[in-house]
Each structure stands twice: as C-alpha cells, then as structure tokens.
C-alpha cells in the first residue's frame, strides 16, 4: 500500500491508506484513543481502540514514537483537517520511551529561550515554531521567483574570502592552509564581479560577522539576500527592484503559505506601489523635533531612532516600510559612491520595516580609479583585492544594490522580538551549538 502525506488526506476519503510520522499526541477519552500522528506536511487523527494500540503498549512507545498506521480514511468535521483514520492497524517503526526535554505543544508558549535553542533538534518539531521556517523557504521562493522574472542570474560566491568585505565589521579569522583568510562579511565585492559577468545577480548565502553583540537582533551567521546589477540611473532604480522582491515575497507567503500565517497569526503588511522614502538628514530633523534628543550631526541613526522613524512612518504613510536616503559617507564602506551634489553624503539608503534596519544598499563606485582612490584613503592595501580591482580595470557600468536579512525580515513580520527565533540554529557570541 502506498504511502500517502497528510496534505493529500482530503483525496483518499473512503479509501484504506498507510500513514507515517510521529506520535504528537495520545488522549483517551472512554474505551478509545484518539492519537495525533504528524508527518512533514501536517497531522492527522487516528482513532483506535485497545486493542489496536496494543502495539503500542508492548514497545512502551510515547510521544514522538514512529508509526506506520494503516487504516481506512473517513470524513470527520471535528478532527484536524476533518478526517481520521478508522480501524488502524498501528506499527511502531521507532519507540520512544522517554519525556521530550521541552514539552511540545501549548506548553512551549512557557517554555524559555534558551531552552528552546539548547533543545532546538526537538522544539522545531512543534507546528508553530516549523511555521516560521516554511515562511523562511516562502520568503526565499519569492524572492528568488521575481529575481528569475526580472533577468536575474542567481550565483554561488565564496564565504572563505582572503580579506575582509565590509568595513566597519569583525571578521572570523582562520587559517587557510598556512596562510591567513576569513569568513566572508558579505558577497560584496564577488556580486559587484559578477555584474560583469551577467549583468544582473543575487545570491541567497550565509553570511558571517564576528561582532561581540548580545543583542535581539544581531546574529553571527546570517541568510544575506543579496542584489546586484548594471547600467542604473541612480538609488531609485534599486529600490524599485527592492519594492518588487517585497511584493514578491509577500505575494508567495500569502498564496501558497496560508495555514503557517493563520497558525502564527500573522498579517502580511501592504508594500505600498512606491515606498515611502525620506532623507537621511530630514529624518535626524524629525526624530530630534520630537524627541528632544541631540540627534542632527550623529553619523547614523540609533536602533530607537529608527524606532520612532518606523512609528512615524505607519502615521504618516500607512507603510510599515521607509526608505531612509543620503547616509553620511563616512558611515558606507569604500565601495559606496559619493553624492557629488552633497559632500560627506552617499548614494546610499535602508530601508526600515517595521522600526528596524531591513535593508542596507546603494550605487557602487565603478570607474577604477575612483574605486582605488578610496580604498587608498580607507588604508586599504590594494593587492589582496587586485582580483576584484581587475574586473573594474577592463570596464563596469554604473551599478548597485542591496542586502535583506532573512532572519530580520522574518522577526519584524511574525513579531518575534527576538532574532533567534527566525533561525534554525542560531550562532551567536555565546553559542554555537547545536
């Protein structure tokens, strides 16, 4: 007998079918037992008698026991997903006979963050915390989708790198056959190559920044969504391209993820038809009308600062996004191109969801000595990047792009408050297992 999943239950009603997955849960309610059996795509009751969990007894098999269940599929409206399998004949595959260390279920709404993350091999197990992680494969489908649309090459670049990537941040240092190499920050300078190559690019990558942070939303190792492409007129056309992979991605979750977003609760936020955007300095302006802080002259904006910016986005706007434009130059890394009309600014932007930095990105410098000259003033050596630096040499158009966090996006739109619970294994300054 075929083995049939829990999402194509609905096509076999009336039919003897074989089930296989995990015990989720066992009551009793009288001389018969109502089991939940979960599998990769969903749960399915398994009503029984005495007799037939006696199979179960003699394995000594609890919760998160494998099963093969074999039985006849009928309609029920009470029963999750309104059908159960009757008159099953019930094979315990594995047995297991010992409490989960994190009780699943209602109970994990209790449970504590770090047990949740020591415990992670199990806890994931539980349907709500797997919903967070079909909305991480929706969001990268639809972000990937609309990329494949607009003539987008995806690319595979290294993440052992020979220097740094991106000013301003740690570095894992490692040895490299005798020779000193690093985690790559980002695939900055690899993705600007590839314009070259393909035009237009992204990458869906770990990424990885040794900053001593403890913080809600600071991870070691994260999933970078990274853009990048030529012959651009200026900011604007990124964040048009930006616009359309939120739309994208929102559109994907919406249409082919409904029972993770009703399971968590989750509204998806309009992206409004032209981002509402705001300059750099005017929003310093802003938060310092308000609050009375001295903010007007600071380098960047601090994580309240963009709190408060979110806040007044959504009263203003309506939009959970804002575009934040015109970064002080000395705040980008070398590669940002200089706002010749305003000097000391960039052509660079965020984007803020929902409050919190979503997005860096901005135009790149593309003539070659231009791209040198800066790095000559970062005190940069030229020769670990003469490789990056050839590709500009023989002729780059003007191009840019930007970053998402993955993690970041999937915080701020599931409400999670803290960052570790968008990843699957998280990697801080504290842990690194499991």
């Not at 047990?115 to 349907?127: F, I, K, M, N, S």
């Not at 190559?193 to 070691?220: D, M, Q, S």
């Amino acid at each position: 007998m075929q083995r049939v999943r829990s999402c194509e239950m609905s096509q076999h009603v009336g039919s003897r079918i074989r089930l296989q997955g995990w015990l989720s849960a066992h009551r009793k309610l009288g001389g018969i037992s109502f089991l939940v059996v979960r599998d990769g795509w969903g749960v399915v009751q398994v009503t029984a008698d005495a007799q037939a969990l006696e199979p179960l007894a003699r394995a000594g098999a609890g919760l998160e026991s494998v099963l093969e269940v074999c039985g006849e599929l009928r309609a029920n409206p009470k029963a999750p997903g309104g059908i159960e399998v009757i008159a099953p004949t019930i094979e315990v595959l594995v047995a297991v006979g010992e409490p989960l260390p994190v009780a699943l279920g209602k109970a994990l709404a209790r449970a504590k963050l770090p047990d949740l993350l020591e415990h992670a091999p199990t806890v994931l197990r539980d349907p709500s915390r797997r919903a967070v992680f079909e909305l991480s494969a929706g969001a990268m489908a639809g972000f990937r989708r609309r990329l494949v649309e607009l003539g987008f090459t995806e690319v595979q670049t290294p993440k052992i790198i020979r220097s740094a990537s991106e000013s301003g941040a740690n570095v894992f240092e490692l040895d490299y056959f005798g020779s000193p190499a690093c985690l790559a920050q980002s695939p900055q300078l690899y993705k600007q190559t590839l314009v070259g190559v393909f035009e237009r690019v992204f990458e869906v990558g770990p990424v990885f920044r040794a900053e001593p942070h403890a913080t809600v939303r600071h991870l070691a190792e994260y999933v970078s969504l990274d853009v990048e492409f030529g012959f651009i007129d200026g900011i604007h056309d990124l964040v048009e391209v930006l616009r359309e992979v939120l739309a994208a991605i929102m559109d994907e979750l919406r249409e082919r993820h409904p029972a993770a977003l009703a399971r968590l609760g989750t509204t998806l936020p309009v992206v409004p038809a032209v981002l509402p955007a705001i300059d750099f300095e005017a929003a310093q302006q802003l938060v310092e009308a308000s609050t009375g802080e001295h903010v007007v002259g600071e380098p960047d904006l601090a994580p309240g600062h963009e709190q408060w910016l979110g806040q007044w986005a959504e009263r203003e706007h309506g939009s959970a996004f804002l575009v934040v434009t015109g970064y002080p130059l000395a705040k980008r890394p070398f590669y940002t191109h200089p706002d010749p009309r305003r000097p000391g600014r960039s052509r660079s932007f965020d984007l803020l969801f929902r409050g919190t930095e979503l997005v860096t990105g901005g135009q790149r410098l593309h003539r070659h000595d231009e791209l040198v000259s800066a790095m000559q003033r970062a005190g940069m050596a030229l020769e670990p990047f003469a490789g990056y630096l050839e590709a500009f040499r023989f002729g780059m158009p003007p191009h840019g792009g930007f970053a998402i966090g993955l993690e970041r996006l999937l915080t701020g739109l599931l409400g999670l408050g803290n960052i570790r619970l968008a990843t699957l294994f998280p990697r801080d300054r504290h842990r690194c297992s499991p």
